[in-house]
């Protein structure tokens, strides 16, 4: 469940164009949420590799519970690319300042991707509630 919230959570910060057209006030949140947001977006990238390599590491749930498990890869990569999507800039300042062919190739994934950034926030926002669901059908 802690897994589909956060993706939910993420998801809202990276679609502020949704999040603003419900609500006219979510305007003022999202200027608070703005100098810290390439923070969030590393923490989410981490949590996103770090739910990948778990999915990975645990695919025997593959043959008992495959459902959850590829909504829990699923949700994983859209949150490890929708939080290096919104911390590219702190990213790129720590892990690839020193690496010019890991940087250019990072800034061209980024460029790929950047169009991509409000779909991939929408889904992220219906496999985050997918998971919430999941894990009550699944797990009681």
Do not use: D, H
Request: glycine share 10%; proline share 4%.
């Amino acid at each position: 469940m802690t897994w589909g919230i956060t993706l939910i959570l993420l998801s809202i910060i990276a679609v502020p164009s949704l999040l603003l057209s419900k609500k006219p006030n979510a305007k003022e949140l999202l200027e608070k949420i703005e100098p810290y947001q390439g923070w969030i977006g590393l923490i989410f990238c981490v949590w996103g590799v770090w739910g990948i390599i778990s999915a990975v590491l645990n695919i025997g749930w593959l043959t008992t519970f495959p459902i959850w498990w590829v909504t829990l890869l699923a949700g994983n990569i859209i949150e490890a690319v929708l939080g290096f999507m919104l911390g590219f800039g702190l990213i790129n300042k720590f892990f690839l300042s020193k690496n010019e062919a890991a940087k250019e190739k990072a800034n061209s994934l980024r460029e790929k991707l950047a169009p991509k950034q409000g779909k991939l926030g929408i889904l992220g926002i219906i496999v985050g509630c997918w998971m919430i669901v999941a894990s009550f059908l699944f797990f009681g």
